[in-house]
């Protein structure tokens, strides 16, 4: 190991841990007004980007290659590192929290039961998208290098990857390049629309091939596609084999669908390519998830499927993007198309996504450093805990005395509401004494910050999976405000 590298072993050792940053005085009178898992991420977000500042300036080496080592050295080595003491780097932390909590003043409040709603869903992306610093942006530059896809395979155990504008762009691209004018198989089981956050509209497979003068071939029934009905399906044209998690509908009753690791043997048998389109999902498993598990993209990687196409915004966090993620090989087919340059991010979309994938890898959940974590990762006991606060402080006025009542709920990821995808919660339901909720919700969407609520026919219910503990306060003054 070289001396240089030696040295700035030494100085990332020096950091302290995150569980000596929760410990500091600082950190602990915020304990209050945050939950756990916000002060968690803001510690190793600091912590992330004091390791970034020790790589940009690593410690100076002598000519012979030896680091420092003599007196005025070690004194100026402690007057570097005193930004990097505990008490400084919990100041960082703190001061990160306080100031996400001002610029979330204009960010509507999401109480609507809809995680991913499309007023407050452009924040989530804002937010990822604005977490690329100079040093991401600087090595968005050299993402042929490596990094992004290092980062991937850390994660997910995938050999390469390509960043595309959308998840309509991604597909597109791969039908283009592996398949051309040939057969694509999919089951008719999963040809429905997929549901891509942030995107205008949900992409739709059978559209889509259409578009890349492929033939489109259906296997199997409306409820059942087994193996079997995809071999049958397949043929001397056939050269894309696709699977999707479809997103926007849900098959109940007497279904049926072929292992994903069956499909990709039959497509490695057969010289065709498996693609799966995941759609909205985490690049590792989640098992403490509160809704219902679903195919990650570590899962269709473990299950040998060379390519699968992921939204880069929505569970996984990142800005707005689509993800072509799979073997070098397949990888290099689709870089070396010619509509690969045109289906490219942009610089700063991939430097966000980076930025997202380095959140990801100082973590083992990758729930609980997601924009929207307050609402994926919360326990039930911690919404019911925030319902508690927010009837507590509105029963001290009159005008709502008798009208609030804590209510259990189901938060939905996305406005399908579909059964898998709810989240179990509470909330607060209020009767307005005008007896007019539509009115009462509206006042609360003109609010500063806006309150978004779900309107029924005689109350207005806030779902408090959307609201943030330290936004309990902002809440019940909306509330009140609006009668």
Not at 10 to 36: K, T, W
Not at 347 to 368: I, K, M, N, P, Y
Request: proline share 6%; net charge neutral; hydrophobic share 40%.
């Amino acid at each position: 190991m070289s001396p240089g590298l030696e040295a700035l072993q030494r100085q990332f050792a020096r950091l302290p841990s995150v569980r000596l940053l929760q410990g500091e005085s600082r950190i602990e009178a915020l304990r209050d007004r945050f939950e756990d898992g916000q002060i968690d991420a803001a510690i190793r977000k600091v912590l992330c980007d004091a390791r970034d500042r020790i790589r940009l300036r690593p410690p100076e080496t002598e000519a012979d290659g030896h680091a420092e080592t003599d007196g005025h050295a070690e004194a100026d080595g402690h007057a570097k590192t005193d930004g990097f003491a505990p008490e400084r780097l919990a100041e960082r932390a703190a001061a990160r929290l306080e100031s996400e909590a001002r610029s979330a003043g204009e960010v509507p409040i999401n109480g609507s039961g809809i995680i991913f709603h499309p007023l407050v869903r452009e924040h989530y992306a804002g937010t990822a998208a604005g977490s690329a610093s100079r040093l991401g942006l600087t090595l968005a530059a050299y993402e042929e290098d490596g990094r992004t896809a290092g980062l991937v395979r850390d994660l997910t155990g995938a050999e390469d990857v390509l960043v595309c504008r959308s998840v309509a762009d991604a597909f597109l691209l791969a039908v283009r390049a592996l398949a051309g004018r040939a057969e694509v198989v999919i089951g008719r089981s999963q040809a429905g629309l997929i549901d891509a956050p942030f995107e205008d509209r949900p992409v739709s497979p059978v559209s889509l091939c259409a578009l890349a003068c492929a033939t489109m071939v259906e296997a199997g029934a409306t409820n059942k596609s087994r193996l079997s009905d995809y071999r049958s399906a397949m043929g001397n044209r056939t050269a894309l084999i696709v699977t999707a998690r479809p997103s926007t509908c849900a098959l109940r009753g007497f279904t049926e669908e072929a292992a994903p690791e069956e499909i990709a043997r039959a497509g490695a048998e057969s010289g065709a390519t498996v693609l799966h389109l995941a759609g909205d999902t985490t690049l590792r498993p989640v098992p403490s998830a509160p809704f219902a598990a679903r195919s990650s993209v570590t899962d269709a990687v473990r299950s040998g499927t060379p390519l699968t196409i992921a939204a880069g915004g929505g569970l996984i966090g990142g800005p707005p993007c689509g993800l072509l993620i799979g073997t070098r090989q397949v990888i290099a087919r689709l870089r070396a198309h010619g509509t690969w340059p045109a289906a490219q991010a942009s610089r700063h979309v991939r430097a966000g996504f980076d930025a997202r994938l380095a959140e990801l890898a100082e973590g083992s959940c990758d729930l609980a450093c997601h924009p929207a974590a307050h609402m994926l990762a919360a326990t039930g006991e911690a919404v019911g805990a925030r319902a508690r606060l927010l009837c507590e402080s509105l029963s001290e006025d009159r005008r709502l005395r008798g009208a609030c009542d804590l209510i259990e709920s189901q938060t939905y990821l996305t406005a399908y509401r579909l059964p898998a995808d709810a989240l179990p919660g509470y909330a607060v339901s209020i009767r307005p004494p005008d007896g007019d909720p539509a009115g009462l919700a509206a006042r609360w969407l003109k609010a500063t910050p806006p309150l978004l609520a779900e309107c029924g026919r005689d109350r207005v219910r806030i779902d408090m999976r959307g609201v943030a503990r330290h936004r309990i306060v902002d809440v019940a003054r909306i509330v009140r405000s609006g009668l």
